[in-house]
């Protein structure tokens, strides 16, 4: 997840939670059953981890920008057709 | 939330804090009910009345117990447990309580009852001072609750009496 994904996570966790508390609450209350409450509750918490922990894609709409590799141009890999400035130090190693 | 196992644990623990909040409300909302429940209990009969070899007093009471608990039972209700003690003055004590009987009760519908029983548990003194006593019978109740705060009263009934003589 990119910066405004996590943000986005993270208030959306909140908001559905409160609101599962509150209408849990309410349905429990008013027909005085205190397992619908818990049930309601239960599928409010399930609704949230849903939406919110797995890595949907509404989660990276603000791609990160990372460095330009700047860096890295400055130090060149070296190219393959330098065998003659490769070989000496190659000879130093070899066992006799 | 930079991962899923970090959202993942968010999301638990602040659905469980969320769930304690809960239940703190729906122990809260006990206090909103007010009980009106009724109760007598009649001594049909005394079906013996000894001194034990130990020197304690000791009777045997048929009672019928009726009762109408219903109004204590609320959504956050689990169950009633009630008790009937009989309560009296001895020169030793200055109050005695001795249950004589104690039910649960675990719904709505069997909270209106009537019993007719012998005591449960025995009726014994401290001593012999209970002839030609004088004593109060209370119905106590302890609602338990799904979660929260448990509520007890009692109702006490007065006017009974133990004979003069042992029998």
Same mark, same amino acid.
């Given at each position: 997840?990119?910066?405004?994904?996590?943000?986005?996570?993270?208030?959306?966790?909140?908001?559905?939670?409160?609101?599962?508390?509150?209408?849990?609450?309410?349905?429990?209350?008013?027909?005085?059953?205190?397992?619908?409450?818990?049930?309601?509750?239960?599928?409010?918490?399930?609704?949230?981890?849903?939406?919110?922990?797995?890595?949907?894609?509404?989660?990276?709409?603000?791609?990160?920008?990372?460095?330009?590799?700047?860096?890295?141009?400055?130090?060149?890999?070296?190219?393959?057709?330098?065998?003659?400035? *490769?070989?000496?130090?190659?000879?130093?190693?070899?066992?006799? | 939330?930079?991962?899923?196992?970090?959202?993942?644990?968010?999301?638990?623990?602040?659905?469980?804090?969320?769930?304690?909040?809960?239940?703190?409300?729906?122990?809260?909302?006990?206090?909103?009910?007010?009980? #009106?429940?009724?109760?007598?209990?009649?001594?049909?009969?005394?079906?013996?009345?000894?001194?034990?070899?130990?020197?304690?007093?000791?009777?045997?009471?048929?009672?019928?117990?009726?009762?109408?608990?219903? #109004?204590?039972?609320?959504?956050? *209700?689990?169950?009633?447990?009630?008790?009937?003690?009989?309560?009296?003055?001895?020169?030793?004590?200055?109050?005695?309580?001795? #249950?004589?009987?104690?039910?649960?009760?675990?719904?709505?519908?069997?909270?209106?009852?009537?019993?007719?029983?012998?005591?449960?548990?025995?009726?014994?003194?401290?001593?012999?001072?209970?002839?030609?006593?004088?004593?109060?019978?209370?119905?106590?109740?302890?609602?338990?609750?799904?979660?929260?705060?448990?509520?007890?009263?009692?109702?006490?009934?007065?006017?009974?009496?133990?004979?003069?003589?042992?029998?």
């Amino acid at each position: 997840m990119d910066w405004q994904g996590q943000k986005l996570a993270n208030i959306l966790m909140q908001i559905i939670l409160v609101v599962s508390t509150i209408t849990a609450f309410g349905i429990g209350y008013s027909i005085g059953s205190f397992q619908m409450m818990m049930f309601t509750y239960a599928g409010g918490v399930v609704l949230t981890a849903l939406i919110t922990v797995p890595n949907w894609q509404f989660f990276n709409h603000h791609h990160l920008k990372w460095l330009d590799p700047s860096e890295a141009e400055r130090h060149p890999m070296p190219q393959l057709n330098d065998a003659a400035v *490769a070989a000496p130090k190659k000879k130093a190693t070899k066992i006799k | 939330m930079h991962s899923f196992g970090y959202r993942a644990n968010a999301v638990v623990t602040f659905a469980v804090t969320i769930l304690a909040v809960m239940c703190g409300m729906a122990s809260l909302s006990d206090n909103f009910n007010s009980p #009106s429940p009724t109760a007598d209990v009649k001594v049909l009969n005394i079906n013996w009345f000894q001194k034990q070899p130990n020197g304690n007093d000791e009777v045997s009471l048929t009672l019928n117990i009726s009762a109408d608990l219903s #109004s204590l039972f609320t959504w956050n *209700a689990k169950q009633v447990f009630v008790f009937v003690a009989a309560e009296y003055e001895t020169p030793q004590n200055a109050l005695n309580q001795v #249950s004589l009987w104690d039910g649960i009760i675990q719904s709505k519908e069997h909270a209106k009852f009537w019993i007719h029983t012998t005591n449960k548990y025995r009726f014994t003194d401290q001593g012999n001072n209970l002839r030609g006593k004088d004593f109060n019978l209370t119905l106590h109740w302890h609602i338990m609750p799904k979660t929260g705060k448990m509520f007890a009263d009692k109702i006490v009934m007065t006017g009974y009496s133990l004979p003069e003589e042992y029998r």
